[in-house]
T-cell receptor, first 108, second 112 residues
Framework: KNEVEQSPQNLTAQEGEFITINCSYSVGISALHWLQQHPGGGIVSLFMLSSGKKKHGRLIATINIQEKHSSLHITASHPRDSAVYICAVLGGAQKLVFGQGTRLTINP | NAGVTQTPKFQVLKTGQSMTLQCAQDMNHNSMYWYRQDPGMGLRLIYYSASEGTTDKGEVPNGYNVSRLNKREFSLRLESAAPSQTSVYFC???????????FGSGTRLTVV
């Protein structure tokens, strides 16, 4: 079993829909990262969380340490949000462990 | 622009050839990392350097060597490339593990 599991693996939605991507992990962590990888391949850091909730524009990330679960929400989704979203946790060995990613496609 | 610069962006090697992937950051970050990304798998750590002068193995170090040349540069060397090393390689850096990570644009390597 992977230490970091994301769901769904693939998600297709219509422009304007509210999007939720989930991340569950099985190890103790000191921080959790959400990353975005565009079709061209570049990886951008979106959020780093150790507790609670963070918001940046239309993106919201939450984490529940007790439940070992984090969610990434996108409000008013747009085709430019189409990308792979990656969850990564900073575990006991102080190295990032990555989920497999969620491929999001937003259709106009 | 500040960031992580990786070269080359694309490379095709024949089995047994050697090459070095270069990575440089201009953000005065302490820690640098090399990852590989394969279809259906998350990014996996090959080697990392927590600070200038130190390097350590990650999850998948076999077949690779690294050099932290100075605080800015962290190179990854394949001494004898194998088809199993066909992958996309990413370099990343961070000031401290509790800060955000900055990734390079990736190197797509094919070994035939």
């Amino acid at each position: 079993k992977n230490e970091v599991e994301q769901s769904p693996q693939n998600l297709t939605a219509q422009e304007g829909e509210f999007i939720t991507i989930n991340c569950s992990y099985s190890v103790g962590i000191s921080a959790l990262h959400w990353l975005q990888q565009h079709p061209g391949g570049g990886i951008v850091s979106l959020f780093m969380l150790s507790s609670g909730k963070k918001k940046h524009g239309r993106l919201i990330a939450t984490i529940n340490i007790q439940e070992k679960h984090s969610s990434l929400h996108i409000t008013a989704s747009h085709p430019r949000d189409s990308a792979v979203y990656i969850c990564a946790v900073l575990g006991g060995a102080q190295k990032l462990v990555f989920g497999q990613g969620t491929r999001l496609t937003i259709n106009p | 622009n500040a960031g992580v610069t990786q070269t080359p962006k694309f490379q095709v090697l024949k089995t047994g050839q050697s090459m070095t992937l270069q990575c440089a950051q201009d953000m005065n970050h302490n820690s640098m990392y090399w990852y590989r990304q394969d279809p259906g798998m998350g990014l996996r750590l090959i080697y990392y350097s927590a600070s200038e002068g130190t390097t350590d193995k990650g999850e998948v170090p076999n077949g690779y060597n690294v050099s932290r040349l100075n605080k800015r540069e962290f190179s990854l060397r394949l001494e004898s490339a194998a088809p199993s090393q066909t992958s996309v390689y990413f370099c990343a850096s961070t000031r401290d593990r509790l800060y955000g990570y900055t990734f390079g644009s990736g190197t797509r390597l094919t070994v035939v």
